[in-house]
């Protein structure tokens, strides 16, 4: 009998980046320095990242008529994602227009498109895949009622669901009961916890406290640099420092950790285990600058931790 695969449902997009020397006022045309494109959308990171680890993966999700939605589903196919359960909408696909200064600050006009047209009846169609996933994982850049809908078919159907909530948006309350582990960042996690998501006095055991008292199974706290906490109802399980690494690029660093831990625990290991394994497939991911381009595979991650057990790295 094969492996019960990871559903992923969520966005799929396309970034736009122009690199400039400053970023235009109102009304003002300056002269790009470089542009790339890159295919994009928490969702569709989350998925390739799992499938670079070699999990098996399916995605549900919308894109556009439009030539980006068209690369984005060869994108997802090409790095061993199983896209057949994306549908298309009439019109543009998600998109985010990114402008680049010489000092790195940014500006970012992100047009959901496609993604915005993924509805609950979207997600019943495909209730025979979420009940044969060993796990589900959503993300907030697609509507809030279908991540609802979604929250309460994986309950119903006894699947865990993993919930990362970015970008942070105020959630139904009945949501969080359904949701078995909930993934935020720290700015994120405050937000949920107190409303505020200016980050002053982080205290992670306090934040995970509330966070439970809502009615989240687990809360794996995402804190950078800081490492990763994991807490549930029980106690608080274990604070795992980040590995030392040289980063270059933190873009989709959450995403490689949310593949990374949905795999680790579809393939049993404990929450601990599997937020060790998550957390090096995210430090791998910032030694190398893109989104999906980032995400190592299963032997990069291995011979990672192989290297920070003996001590080689």
Same mark, same amino acid.
């Given at each position: 009998?094969?492996?019960?695969?990871? !559903?992923?449902?969520?966005?799929?997009?396309?970034?736009?980046?122009?690199?400039?020397?400053?970023?235009?006022?109102?009304?003002?045309?300056?002269?790009?320095?470089?542009?790339?494109?890159? *295919?994009?959308?928490?969702?569709?990171?989350?998925?390739?990242?799992?499938?670079?680890?070699?999990?098996?993966?399916?995605?549900?999700?919308?894109?556009?008529?439009?030539?980006?939605?068209?690369?984005?589903?060869?994108? $997802?196919?090409?790095?061993?994602?199983?896209?057949?359960?994306?549908?298309?909408?009439?019109?543009?696909?998600?998109?985010? !227009?990114?402008?680049?200064?010489? &000092?790195?600050?940014?500006?970012?006009?992100?047009?959901?498109?496609?993604?915005?047209? $993924? =509805?609950?009846?979207?997600?019943?169609?495909?209730?025979?895949?979420?009940?044969?996933?060993?796990?589900?994982?959503?993300? $907030?850049?697609? *509507?809030?009622?279908?991540?609802?809908?979604?929250?309460?078919?994986?309950?119903q159907e006894g699947v865990p669901f993993l919930l990362d909530p970015a970008p942070a948006?105020?959630?139904?309350?009945?949501? #969080?009961?359904?949701?078995?582990?909930?993934?935020?960042?720290?700015?994120?996690?405050?937000?949920?916890?107190?409303?505020?998501?200016?980050?002053?006095?982080?205290?992670?055991?306090?934040?995970?406290?509330?966070?439970?008292?809502?009615?989240?199974?687990?809360?794996?706290? &995402?804190?950078?640099?800081?490492?990763?906490?994991?807490?549930?109802?029980?106690?608080?399980?274990?604070?795992?420092?980040?590995?030392?690494?040289?980063?270059?690029?933190? =873009?989709?660093?959450?995403?490689? #950790?949310?593949?990374?831990?949905?795999?680790?625990?579809?393939?049993?290991?404990? *929450?601990?285990?599997?937020?060790?394994?998550?957390?090096?497939?995210?430090?791998?991911?910032?030694?190398?600058?893109?989104?999906?381009?980032?995400?190592?595979?299963?032997?990069?991650?291995?011979?990672?931790?192989?290297?920070?057990?003996?001590?080689?790295?």
């Amino acid at each position: 009998m094969g492996l019960k695969p990871i !559903v992923v449902v969520g966005s799929i997009n396309t970034d736009l980046v122009s690199l400039t020397e400053r970023i235009p006022l109102a009304g003002e045309t300056v002269l790009g320095s470089d542009f790339k494109i890159y *295919p994009g959308g928490k969702g569709a990171n989350q998925a390739v990242a799992i499938a670079r680890l070699g999990y098996p993966v399916r995605m549900i999700g919308r894109v556009g008529t439009d030539s980006f939605g068209r690369d984005a589903l060869q994108h $997802l196919k090409s790095a061993g994602v199983d896209a057949e359960l994306v549908g298309t909408s009439d019109g543009s696909s998600g998109i985010a !227009v990114i402008c680049v200064s010489a &000092k790195g600050e940014n500006s970012i006009i992100v047009t959901p498109g496609a993604n915005a047209t $993924l =509805t609950p009846p979207d997600v019943d169609e495909h209730i025979s895949v979420i009940r044969g996933a060993s796990a589900v994982l959503a993300q $907030l850049e697609i *509507p809030i009622e279908t991540v609802e809908h979604l929250g309460e078919l994986c309950a119903q159907e006894g699947v865990p669901f993993l919930l990362d909530p970015a970008p942070a948006a105020v959630l139904p309350g009945r949501l #969080f009961s359904r949701i078995t582990w909930f993934t935020p960042n720290q700015m994120e996690a405050a937000f949920y916890a107190n409303g505020k998501a200016d980050g002053t006095q982080f205290k992670s055991s306090s934040i995970a406290d509330e966070l439970l008292r809502k009615g989240v199974h687990g809360v794996v706290l &995402k804190m950078g640099a800081d490492g990763v906490s994991v807490f549930t109802n029980e106690r608080d399980l274990e604070s795992i420092p980040a590995y030392a690494v040289q980063a270059v690029d933190t =873009t989709a660093a959450g995403d490689a #950790f949310n593949g990374g831990f949905a795999v680790g625990l579809a393939k049993g290991m404990s *929450p601990i285990e599997s937020a060790r394994f998550a957390s090096a497939v995210a430090g791998i991911s910032v030694t190398r600058r893109g989104a999906q381009s980032s995400m190592p595979t299963i032997q990069e991650v291995e011979e990672f931790l192989v290297q920070q057990t003996s001590g080689a790295v």
